[in-house]
């Protein structure tokens, strides 16, 4: 949330900012590991949790950012 407000980014860029952050770890460890199919590919539920908290802590920030939509 941090880096996003110092960086400007819209509600889009911190949910994809997000995303790879929270899936990227499980993902690469599924490649390397060669588990078939990755695990947020199968359960979806994975990216709607993600979306959700991205997109809740507008509610949260400090009042000197607000979200830019573009």
Do not use: C, K, N, Q
């Amino acid at each position: 949330m941090l880096a996003a407000r110092d960086r400007e980014l819209d509600i889009l860029g911190v949910i994809v900012v997000a995303a790879m952050t929270a899936i990227g770890g499980g993902t690469l460890r599924d490649l390397l590991l060669d588990r078939h199919p990755i695990f947020w590919i199968t359960d979806v539920s994975y990216l709607l949790v993600i979306i959700a908290a991205a997109g809740g802590a507008d509610g949260h920030h400090d009042g000197r950012y607000r979200w830019r939509i573009t």
